[in-house]
């Protein structure tokens, strides 16, 4: 059974920096490909960075620049390192995966495993 926990979120200022942090368990994350997405209060799912099976990534325009999704082979995890953090950057912060690398379109995809999230609030 797959199962994602993130953790690493927490509260910071403005232009301050995190790094969040996906363990995966059931599962070696080389077989999968992963995205982080977001959810602030009011306002739909977005994703927001996808490392596809193979090492190709993608970002949302809002992070781009900002925001680099890598992965760890020997601990299993999953990161999101964000810089230059902002306020409307405020969200329950959610890792998920897919076992495979045939997405077209990874930040709008369906995947199959989430977790349970973690907190980013950015304070101004």
């Known amino acids: 059974q797959v199962q994602l926990v993130e953790s690493g979120g927490g509260s910071v200022q403005h232009g301050g920096s995190l790094r969040l942090s996906c363990a995966a368990s059931?599962?070696?994350?080389?077989?999968?490909?992963a995205a982080w997405f977001r959810q602030a209060p009011g306002k739909e799912r977005e994703g927001v960075a996808a490392l596809r099976r193979g090492g190709s990534t993608s970002y949302a325009s809002s992070v781009q620049g900002r925001f680099t999704i890598s992965s760890d082979s020997a601990k299993n995890t999953l990161y999101l390192e964000m810089n230059n953090l902002k306020p409307e950057d405020t969200a329950m912060y959610y890792c998920?995966?897919?076992?495979?690398?045939?997405?077209?379109?990874?930040?709008?995809?369906?995947?199959?495993?989430w977790g349970q999230g973690t907190q980013v609030t950015v304070s101004s």
């Open positions: 059931g599962v070696f994350f080389r077989l999968l490909s």
């Open positions: 998920a995966a897919v076992y495979g690398s045939r997405l077209n379109d990874p930040l709008n995809y369906d995947y199959d495993y």
